[in-house]
């Protein structure tokens, strides 16, 4: 017989050396611990421990000690143990979201001799154990969010995929169903999830302890926001974030950025955060300014601020060996450590070890260096790179270990702490307005005023087209603020009319975009990225150029129109951002979170409504001068290029020329800003 019993305001359940825990924890939602240890690990809540609070709400545990079987309710949640010890979760109605999947003997009617439990904990050398949790799957069933992958796919049902931060993969190990739940594993380590049609597996390959959220709703709006309950809210971005940024690799002087700078501010054009990217410092790990290419950062500051544009400057995690803070930050165990051989774990024009975020003591000192030479200059804006962190190209996680433990164990939430040590160090100071841009997040990241860019993808179509995927699940998964290079990051020549075609049309899905960024590593260039392995103590050199008044005239003049057009829609963009601090909702979002009673809408997966009332359907593929645009059921709507007014639940085709994005906007509540709008006369 079981153990049972009411502990810790939920409902405890022991057998046979396994304990397991299950508490309401926000509304309509529960967490489930499991552990083979004496106890459940202390202080370990990881996104949880910004909603700890939430622990102990108000709950149902019904117990039966003759059938061997317990409950918890918590709203429109249940969580049933039965006699076999196996986990049931359903709503309000009794339907079944999850249940685990269990294939041993005994088991009653599901009895099989296969000996495969439904969730395992497996010891592995060092006290520690891998652990696996199996569900049934279910016919029918679409699974959104996971962060942000490059795949094409939306709906990962079908998909595996690799629970491990790297280079334009960001994990966040949040799914919403549409079988009514979201279900957050609530653990860092390197593992895997899959999503098969016969079963859905979570894997981590090092713990204590299995560990995940779930929670039932009927809407997708209602998931996501008791998600960001749990794990945090966005702050409210602040209103000049919402304007256009101009970035390129990279501006290599204080007076060729400034320039740029009193370009667009000659022609007219709007322009609201600059960006100086890597390689402006003296060594990587010496946070600052290289005082030869960059003599007076304040004077900069100050004269872009009186242009009305706000600097961004980039940060590496990196520290050379030769860097001036390497033996301090070294002798303090500041940095990342090897598990065998050398300590350097990223060469990158020169031997570097990443600095240890998870370490309290390390993200003071990098804030501090940073305050010093940046902040206390007047830069208020940080592009957290490098934040998976970016272990050369092989990734070997098993190789490395930080302050709070193995790399195995808990290298998924390195960004969220990077993010971390930036945003207090902020407050701190006194700072109230707080945007950063990082390549990386983890769950409860966006609590950081991070803006989430897609990393280094490549200029094509192809890759295009991921990105509306990307942006879409990582909205999902709670990361409101989102971004891409516009452009795409390498491949993209300048000179090549095949890539102002992409530019444009990347441009124009930038527009709708939640963050409207331009950046790029274009060719003709310099160097390319791969000389950097070998350029040790060098200059790092740039690309061509990226500014859109440099493009050829029948380019500009169209990056110029939806420049303009972005500035149009800014009050319902600022709306929007509202709405995501408030709410957690996403600023742009698959159809079917505002038509989920629309079959249809959970397919479509190259369309997405940004905002209520504004749908997009970004032009993804060469030469194509129309497309197809499914217009949801339960709305009417105009198309914004021709004021045609349609039904919705219904499949139209429009023309969609170069210079045209197709845009509806919902007739019961249309947006006047981009049925109005007229691209402004050129400044003479």
Same mark, same amino acid.
């Given at each position: ?27 309509? @939602? +529960? ?12 202080? #370990? ?153 016969? =079963? ?8 204590? #302890? ?50 740029? &700078? ?21 060594? #990587? ?59 350097? @774990? ?77 945003? =207090?160090? #902020?407050?701190?100071? /006194? ?13 409860? @990241? ?23 995927? &990307?942006?879409?699940?990582? /909205? ?10 516009? /452009? ?29 960024? +331009? ?12 000389? !950097? ?25 169209? +990056? ?19 709405? !995501? ?104």
């Amino acid at each position: 017989m079981a153990v049972m019993e009411k502990r810790n305001n939920g409902l405890y359940w022991e057998h046979a050396g396994e304990q397991l825990l299950i508490q309401s924890w926000g509304k309509d @939602s +529960l967490r489930v611990r499991v552990t083979k240890k004496n106890d459940f690990t202390p202080n #370990q809540d990881w996104a949880l421990a910004y909603s700890k609070d939430q622990a102990g709400q108000p709950n149902e545990i019904n117990i039966d000690q003759d059938q061997n079987q317990c409950q918890i309710k918590n709203g429109n949640i249940t969580a049933k143990i039965n006699e076999f010890g196996w986990l049931t979760i359903t709503n309000a109605s009794g339907k079944v979201l999850l249940e685990e999947r269990w294939q041993v003997k005994p088991g009653g009617k599901k009895t099989s001799p296969l000996g495969i439990p439904g969730r395992e904990l497996k010891p592995i050398i060092g006290g520690d154990y891998s652990a696996t949790m199996r569900f049934e799957a279910f016919d029918g069933e679409k699974i959104y969010g996971m962060g942000q992958r490059q795949e094409k796919q939306l709906n990962y049902k079908g998909c595996i995929l690799e629970l491990a931060q790297r280079n334009t993969q960001a994990t966040v190990p949040f799914v919403l169903s549409n079988r009514g739940y979201g279900f957050l594993w609530n653990n860092p380590a390197i593992g895997q999830v899959t999503f098969a049609n016969n =079963e859905t597996k979570w894997e981590a390959k090092d713990t204590d #302890q299995l560990d995940f959220w779930v929670t039932a709703a009927d809407t997708p709006s209602e998931i996501v926001e008791n998600y960001t309950n749990a794990t945090g809210k966005v702050p409210m971005l602040p209103q000049f974030a919402s304007g256009f940024w101009q970035c390129k690799l990279r501006y290599k002087t204080q007076d060729e950025l400034l320039k740029v &700078a009193h370009e667009y501010k000659d022609k007219g054009l709007p322009i609201n955060v600059i960006v100086i990217d890597f390689f402006h410092w003296p060594k #990587q790990g010496e946070w600052k300014f290289d005082p030869k290419y960059w003599p007076d950062p304040k004077g900069m500051v100050d004269e872009l601020k009186k242009m009305g544009i706000k600097l961004m400057v980039s940060i590496w995690p990196t520290v050379d060996v030769n860097s001036e803070n390497y033996d301090e930050m070294n002798d303090k165990g500041y940095l990342v450590r090897a598990e065998r051989m050398y300590q350097d @774990s990223y060469h990158f024009m020169g031997n570097e070890t990443f600095f240890d975020a998870t370490n309290p003591g390390a993200r003071k000192f990098i804030w501090d260096k940073v305050k010093q030479h940046y902040y206390d200059n007047g830069v208020r804006m940080f592009w957290l790179d490098e934040a998976e962190p970016e272990y050369g190209f092989m990734y070997d996680f098993d190789h490395f270990r930080y302050f709070q433990g193995p790399a195995l164990k808990l290298s998924n939430i390195y960004p969220l702490d990077y993010a971390k040590a930036f945003y =207090e160090g #902020q407050k701190a100071a /006194g700072q109230k307005e707080i945007v950063n841009l990082v390549r990386c997040v983890w769950s409860g @990241s966006q609590k950081y005023g991070v803006v989430l860019w897609s990393g280094d993808v490549h200029s094509t179509f192809e890759s295009l087209q991921k990105q509306v995927c &990307a942006g879409l699940n990582a /909205g999902l998964s709670g990361i409101s603020w989102w971004t891409t290079d516009i /452009g795409g990051f390498t491949g993209g020549n300048v000179h090549d009319p095949k890539f102002h075609e992409l530019l444009t049309r990347w441009f124009q899905f930038g527009t709708f975009c939640p963050i409207m960024r +331009l950046h790029g590593f274009r060719e003709p260039a310099e160097q390319t990225i791969e000389h !950097a392995d070998r350029m040790f103590n060098k200059p790092f050199g740039s690309g061509a150029f990226n500014e859109i008044y440099k493009y050829p005239k029948a380019t500009y003049q169209i +990056l110029r129109k939806y420049l303009f057009m972005r500035e149009a829609i800014r009050p319902y963009v600022m709306e929007q951002m509202k709405k !995501a601090h408030e709410d957690g909702t996403p600023v742009m979002r698959p159809l079917f979170y505002d038509f989920h009673n629309d079959d249809h809408a959970w397919d479509i997966s190259d369309e997405y409504m940004f905002g209520p009332d504004v749908l997009v359907s970004p032009i993804l593929h060469a030469g194509q001068s129309q497309r197809d645009v499914y217009l949801p059921s339960g709305a009417d709507w105009i198309n914004v290029n021709d004021k045609k007014t349609y039904h919705g639940g219904q499949t139209v085709t429009v023309p969609c020329p170069i210079d045209t994005i197709p845009l509806f906007t919902r007739a019961s509540h249309p947006l006047k800003s981009l049925l109005d709008f007229t691209t402004p006369a050129e400044k003479d």
